[in-house]
């Protein structure tokens, strides 16, 4: 039974590691990508879902894999070096990018992003015939165990990769390694997929931009001169993230002469700065002109380890290797939770929007920073009479007035503004001690406009207002048609006509508990990439549990199951944790395992008993995965609803899916009754 289950573990590892390469592979190069890295997952369960129902082919399904994996990187080092056309939307602001309309050669957003689906998941088609094929040969709860074990370890060794800053030539050298040695043994298709992989990885390498590109843990970073003599820019994604600035060069530049000027001066409005802090520190300007200015302590929040490295290197005024200054690689809303001692001043950089919290996630990497309950616990964080400087580059004027309003929330008063012309910053606000005798300042009536506030149930500060963007729309329309082309082809009429939605709408619901799940300990211990690893596995190990348990007869009854999911998500939606992690920091980890492990738990012993009695195990699980795809796309429901929305809605999956299995078990006695009451047909 172990040799038989070895396989799929290796091909779940295989297809978990694959996903977790081609998320951070394509929006490093296909910039767009970044604000659509969850339609992976979309894809990869699409991919996946698909195969499975036709496991019946998969010799011949196996022969489009590498192929299309070929065709998929040849299309992303394309779309690297073609414009593409992001018509502006002023319902939300996707981060630095302009329109390519008047471009002679152009791609269009919505045709590069469903192109990179479609490929995407021909891609797991193949992968996910074979793990159904090798899913026959065992009984579902043991098959679905080592599924489980294998995609932990595909996890464990790209967080490993991730660890050792390897680049993408190295994730696709080791996944089609393994996908060669699965299919070692049919050897006229092994040695199409090795010349197949080749290729792969010669368009793969060859979109890199040469010595100076380094790979985080978040983003494709690129080091290059700047147009000011002895400054240096910073890429991430094929975007200008940020610049380092040497304020001490002797040259009497206008450019360096008003950066300088627009750094410094909120310093000079607030006082006092004996004690700073710096969140989103990046490469060390913010730290420079502090210690410049007489800061005698201060505390610097990066959430990337290689941006904070560049600058310890690269920045002319080496601000990180003051005895100053003290660097903290983590996230900046996990720090200001419980931050080591109070300050004079709290400086928010321009942190980071242009890249997602997670594959499984709508919300991006800075959005919890910016929110009411945020910026409440930057305040807790101030000595009396301290100050928020928060500078920001606002790319529609509702951006900044949200952040306007923020502050004058948390701290009763307006904020000072002052409106910049750089291009690193267009407006400082400067909140708290600082903003004292601005009572009757002019201040532009745009920050005045009244405008919905983020808070960590709506974290959405890009937003207009409620509501999903139009560019998302036609994206998840053209993923549920190409969801139901795929299905129905695989499917077949037959399977079309008789759907095992009870699987289906477990599906929905677990994908919508792992999404949920992700928010919830981000907010808990921070967005790192490490944090959003470490709960993907430990979803997974749940999961396992759940699964042993079921398999062992010691899972509770399905009801009983479904009561419990229903009392904790119930308590989730109306009790913000965050809140009580604020009065009482020791329940951080009571309220993970209430609001994400114990829901988990008992969801996936929901699923293990549901799926242990599927007389097709099969094409349950992949009905099962198929609704994972829903559950993608209800995620986005968040946008409009509020995170805490995703716990009804994966509740209603859960009752539906329980209904319609306990309303199928009383209708199976029924028929077997009536057949038994039949004549028996003559001989």
């Known amino acids: ?218 983003y494709r970073v690129f080091v290059k001169p700047s147009g000011a003599p002895g400054d240096v820019q910073i890429e991430v994604n094929g975007a200008l993230h940020q610049e380092i600035v040497d304020f001490d060069r002797a040259d009497r530049s206008t450019f360096r002469r008003t950066v300088r000027m627009a750094y410094e001066r909120p310093y000079r409005i607030v006082g006092r700065i004996d004690t700073a802090l710096v969140v989103g520190a990046g490469t060390g300007n913010d730290i420079s002109v502090l210690l410049r200015m007489g800061a005698r302590h201060v505390d610097a929040v990066e959430i990337d380890p290689v941006i904070a490295s560049i600058g310890r290197i690269a920045h002319p005024q080496r601000p990180y290797d003051d005895p100053r200054v003290h660097l903290f690689v983590t996230d900046a809303r996990a720090f200001l939770r419980a931050p080591p001692r109070r300050y004079d001043v709290i400086t928010f950089g321009t942190l980071d929007s242009q890249s997602l919290l997670s594959g499984m996630s709508a919300v991006r990497l800075d959005n919890f920073v910016y929110t009411v309950e945020s910026f409440r616990a930057a305040r807790a964080a101030l000595k009396p009479g301290g100050s928020i400087v928060l500078y920001h580059l606002s790319g529609y004027e509702y951006i900044a ?34 903003a004292r005798d601005t009572t009757g300042a002019v201040v532009p009536s745009m920050l005045r406009t009244p405008i919905e506030l983020s808070t960590d149930d709506w974290p959405f ?104 999911v229903a009392v904790l998500l119930t308590i989730s939606a109306i009790v913000p944790g965050t809140e009580l992690v604020t009065a009482v920091p020791g329940l951080r980890w009571l309220i993970a395992a209430v609001s994400v492990g114990l829901p988990v738990l008992f969801g996936s012993m929901i699923f293990s008993q549901t799926f242990a009695t599927q007389e097709e195990p099969t094409s349950a699980l992949a009905f099962n995965i198929l609704g994972g795809v829903a559950g993608g796309v209800l995620e986005y429901s968040s946008m409009m609803l509020g995170i805490s929305a995703l716990n009804w809605l994966a509740l209603g999956a859960y009752a539906l899916a329980v209904g319609l299995l306990l309303k199928s078990r009383s209708a199976a006695p029924a028929s077997r009754a009536e057949s038994e009451s039949l004549p028996a047909a003559p001989r």
């Not at 969850?38 to 990869?44: E, I, K, P, R």
Request: aromatic share 12%.
């Open 461 to 564: 500060p890009y937003l207009l207002a409620r509501g999903l963007p139009q560019h998302y729309v036609a994206a998840l329309i053209a993923v549920v048609l190409l969801s139901v082309l795929l299905v129905g082809m695989a499917a077949g009429g037959a399977a079309m006509r008789a759907p095992n939605w009870s699987m289906f709408f477990l599906g929905v619901g677990f994908l919508l508990l792992e999404t949920k799940g992700i928010t919830a300990m981000s907010l808990l211990f921070g967005s790192t990439w490490i944090v959003n690893l470490i709960v993907i596995a430990s979803i997974l190990v749940v999961a396992l549990v759940g699964t042993v348990l079921a398999a062992r007869g010691r899972a509770p009854s399905v009801e009983r199951c479904l009561a419990v």
């Open 401 to 434: 007035a949200r952040l306007y309003q923020l502050l004058w929330r948390t701290f009763g008063v307006p904020p000072r503004e002052i409106s910049e012309n750089d291009f690193l910053f267009n407006h400082t606000f400067i909140a708290g001690g600082g």
């Open 1 to 218: 039974m172990i040799r038989r289950a070895i396989p799929i573990a290796a091909t779940a590892a295989l297809i978990l590691f694959l996903e977790l390469a081609l998320i951070r592979y394509i929006a490093a190069y296909v910039r767009v990508f970044g604000f659509y890295v969850n339609f992976v997952l979309l894809a990869t369960f699409l991919g996946m879902g698909t195969g499975m129902l036709r496991r019946r082919n998969v010799d011949q399904l196996l022969w489009i894999g590498v192929p299309a994996l070929m065709l998929l990187t040849g299309l992303v080092a394309f779309l690297a070096i073609v414009p593409i056309d992001v018509p502006a939307h002023a319902s939300e602001y996707l981060w630095g990018f302009t329109s390519a309309t008047n471009v002679p050669r152009h791609v269009s957003i919505k045709v590069a992003v469903i192109a990179l689906f479609a490929l995407t998941t021909m891609v797991f088609v193949p992968l996910g015939a074979l793990l159904g094929d090798r899913f026959a040969r065992l009984a579902p709860l043991t098959a679905y165990a080592a599924d489980l074990a294998g995609s932990l370890l595909g996890v464990g060794v790209f967080a490993g990769l991730s660890q050792l800053r390897t680049e993408p030539t190295t994730w696709f050298a080791l996944a089609l390694g393994v996908w060669v040695a699965l299919v070692w043994r049919r050897r006229a298709l092994a040695l199409a997929m090795t010349v197949a992989a080749a290729c792969s990885l010669v368009a793969v390498h060859w979109t890199r931009e040469g010595a100076l590109e380094y790979w985080s843990p978040y």
